[in-house]
């Protein structure tokens, strides 16, 4: 710790900072590693040659620091992000007739379609604070509801822009910002910004929005964003506690309102994947969720319902058809395990169930099973079609003695129907732990 913190004072006073301006800047800095063993078991289920299944196995190290602010009324920071990602295990080629497995899903490609046997990412971001106002700008994981960084293999995701946060009025943060590239999880190459479908790079990705906590039980949210050349989106949000009986009733309400922009609807390489109403790969999309859960005790009990309107999918941010591009999240809560059903004209039904063992006497340890089930989905040229999944998690974390943090976790989903995404079966066994350095 005194050989760290000796570091940093070095490198502050070579950028011209007084001992007494980085005294914040050290004192609050914060380090740790985190290693994560992750297998990937993805199984097809009505492909030839069982194309599109994958079994891999790797071991991910990902660091984090993240400095403190030098004093004064405008404070300066620096956080950096590390990420290296080890294959353990992976057979085939991506380009091999007959093959038993597919790598790609945690790590990327050889020029042969063989997995690499080892790849890394990372980056600074460069921060200013001003009163309840911080400025970022380098390295980002935006977790907002017009884009959310996938952390769902391996290594995270990781974008590059700028932005600002503020909290100067109480009980609302207001947030803008500008992303220009991204890497993806199984990537070490940025890339441009596309959309499922999208083979063309934008490199403008704009968002400003807030979130507003009205009282200690109803926070409401309203969010813009602009992909250029690709679409202008829209998001409401209205998030609502009620104590009911002994329990406590949640509401989620989300609201998507998502148009064509620029070349998109005009340019082939501008067009978004999957089904439009004209056939021109325009986005023109309405998406409305509502979720409901009850928490007593141990348990929690969920229910909800989407909808996604006719005219197009519904899209946010990925990376397309571009290198790199494997992976993106959707702030949706049909965002599951092997599927999102954001398919255009769908109507998606879902429940789950959580239990929390430690009123058993078994702290750390959780379980949940989730199913949807979307209908309504319009295919070109097809009759209506539908789908539905199926998934459970179970997770421990060790409480006490040597192993304590340890986190062991197992995913397991099942996906049918009778649309052109493969039917699957899919398991993700997890084991995690986060060393702290400073």
């Known amino acids: 710790m005194r050989k760290t913190s000796l570091a940093l004072a070095v490198a502050a006073s070579t950028l011209g900072l007084s001992q007494v301006a980085v005294a914040d800047f050290i004192g609050d800095s914060k380090a740790n590693l985190t290693l994560r063993n992750f297998y ?39 956080d950096a992000v590390g990420l290296l990602g080890v294959k353990l295990d992976s057979g085939g080629r991506a380009n091999k007739t007959g093959r038993d497995r597919t790598p790609g899903a945690l790590f990327p490609l050889e020029s042969d379609g063989s997995a690499v046997d080892e790849f890394s990412k990372g980056g600074l971001t460069g921060k200013v604070r001003v009163s309840k106002t911080e400025a970022r700008i380098g390295t980002l994981t935006p977790r907002l509801p017009i884009l959310v960084s996938n952390d769902g293999r391996l290594l995270p995701q990781l974008f590059e822009g700028g ?17 220009e590239h991204a890497v993806g999880r199984a990537s070490s190459n940025s890339t441009g910004l596309s959309v499922a479908g999208g083979s063309e790079a934008s490199n403008k990705f704009y968002f400003a929005g807030g979130d507003w906590k009205v009282n200690s039980d109803l926070t409401a949210q309203y969010y ?26 949640k509401t ?9 922009d620029g070349k998109n609807g005009k340019e082939a390489g501008y067009s978004v994947g999957g089904y439009t109403r004209n056939g021109d790969g325009k986005i023109d999309n309405n998406t409305w969720s509502a979720a409901f859960t009850y928490s007593l005790g141990s348990h929690a009990v969920m229910l909800g319902h989407q909808r996604v ?12 058809g571009i290198e790199g591009s494997a992976g993106a999240s959707v702030y ?9 059903f954001t398919r255009a004209g769908e109507r998606t039904t879902f429940g789950q169930y959580s239990y929390d063992f430690a009123n058993l006497g078994a702290p750390g340890l959780k379980a949940s099973v989730i199913y949807l089930k979307g209908t309504n989905i319009q295919v070109a040229g097809a009759n209506e079609a539908k789908e539905w999944e199926r998934d459970i998690a179970l997770d421990y974390v060790f409480q006490e003695g040597a192993l304590k943090g340890l986190g062991l976790g197992w995913r397991h989903g099942v996906l049918r129907g009778n649309t052109s995404t493969a039917d699957a079966d899919q398991n993700r066994l997890i084991v995690s732990y986060t060393l702290p350095l400073l």
Do not use: C, M, P
């Not at 309107?309 to 397309?320: A, P, T």
């Open 252 to 260: 989620d309400l989300r609201y998507f309102r998502t148009n064509s």
């Open 309 to 320: 309107s006719e005219d197009s999918n519904f899209v946010q941010l990925n990376q397309g």
């Open 40 to 78: 990937f078991d993805h199984n097809t289920k009505n492909t030839a040659n069982n194309n599109g299944e994958a079994k891999e196995w790797g071991q991910g190290f990902i660091f984090n620091y993240t400095s403190g602010f030098t004093e004064g009324t405008v404070g300066f920071g620096v």
């Open 224 to 249: 813009y964003a602009n992909l250029e050349d690709y679409y202008k989106q829209h998001f409401a949000g209205l998030g609502h506690n009620l104590a009911l009986g002994e329990g406590t009733l």
């Open 163 to 179: 932005q600002i946060t503020s909290n100067e009025i109480d009980n609302l943060t207001l947030t803008a910002g500008q992303i």
């Open 332 to 340: 949706l809560l049909t965002d599951r395990l092997v599927n999102s």
